[in-house]
């Protein structure tokens, strides 16, 4: 079953559920992707449509630092709720040790010795871990090894 296959049925099931903040959730992901595959006038692979889902993600992690700034605790807790449903389609994400090991072994690589050498380093490291890691996170790790 595809990916896009899932959230149809979950959505389905959502609504038979009556589970108003999931089947919210899923239409707001179906439609992400079906804005998608208009611009780009192609089917997304579940590769693709990972991309979308993951954009999301980031997108929603994002706006919960102004919701801090904000003092707008219930709208972080709604937000973190969504994360966590769009989490399900996405693939397991990678433990902070495995994306340290991952970071070593590009810095390994690559050669590189300082921050001149993040791009390099990144560059090395984002294609491994798609969809399997937050950028921030990674970004965060190769700072702190290249400092």
Sequence with gaps: ?????????????????????????????????????????????????IEVLSKLVKQNRDSISE?????????????????????????????????????EEVIADTNAESMRDMGKVMGGIMPKVKGRADGNLVNQLVRERLQ
């Design 67 to 103: 919701y801090k700034k904000a003092g707008q605790d219930e709208k972080i807790e709604e937000i973190n709720r969504e994360i966590d449903i769009l989490q399900e389609y996405l693939p397991e994400q990678l433990s902070k040790e495995e994306l340290v090991k991952i970071v």
């Design 1 to 49: 079953m595809s990916l896009q296959e899932r959230l149809l049925e979950d959505m389905k099931e959502a609504m038979k559920g009556r589970n108003k903040e999931k089947l919210s959730v899923i239409r707001m992901a179906r439609a992400a992707i079906k804005d998608k595959e208009i611009n780009e006038r192609k089917d997304l692979s579940d590769e693709e449509v």
